[in-house]
């Protein structure tokens, strides 16, 4: 089945000019149409009292559930504190290969590091973030190219310095993987 395009699904209050401009951000990248959709989902199944965090892992199988499909890819975007088990945060997560991924701006204010407000950064490093989890659900491992959007973040300091793009290789990886898609068979 071919990929028609992406889904953006927004948990909780997002600014509408803020997420309009992700999402145009998301689209010129990844060259596909982007829709926005308003999700519903009680956030407290997900909370760990002992860690004061949601977690992703749990999150991201019930957002695939309740709104992948396998005609597009879909992010889940959240503004909440995310872990994996093996991990204190994670910005992001994904199934590689899989129609879903998930994102938290939570991480991505300067504040919660006790640095001066930078609202100018929040959209780059959330679209970038997007950009990386959906680039998983299209085949994708992280990248050692330091500027391709695919490499590893760990760190605020990490999404800052790479770009917005996929590096050549990541990009032909990509048209490949849509390609197959188109090949297969109804």
């Not at 959240?78 to 093996?86: E, G, R, T």
């Not at 204190?88 to 994102?103: E, P």
């Not at 310095?161 to 990886?173: G, I, L, P, T, V």
């Amino acid at each position: 089945m071919s990929i028609s395009g992406i889904t953006l699904v927004t948990f909780g209050y997002f600014d509408e000019t803020f997420i309009k401009q992700v999402s145009r951000t998301v689209q010129l990248e990844l060259g596909m149409n982007v829709s926005l959709v308003n999700g519903h989902l009680d956030l407290s199944e997900f909370f760990d009292s002992a860690r004061r965090q949601y977690n992703a892992d749990k999150l991201l199988k019930e957002v695939d559930l309740r709104y992948g499909t396998d005609s597009s890819r879909t992010a889940g975007l959240f503004n909440a504190d995310l872990y994996i088990p093996i991990l204190t945060y994670v910005f992001g997560l994904a199934w590689l290969r899989g129609r879903t991924g998930i994102v938290s701006a939570y991480r991505l204010n300067n504040e919660i590091y006790g640095i001066s407000p930078d609202i100018g950064l929040v959209p780059a490093r959330f679209s970038k973030e997007i950009i990386h989890e959906l680039g998983h659900t299209l085949g994708l491992v992280h990248c050692t190219d330091p500027s391709c959007v695919m490499r590893s973040s760990t760190y605020l300091e990490d999404l800052d310095q790479k770009s917005m793009a996929f590096c050549e290789s990541c990009r032909e990886a990509v048209r490949l993987f849509l390609q197959e898609g188109l090949k297969q068979p109804v």
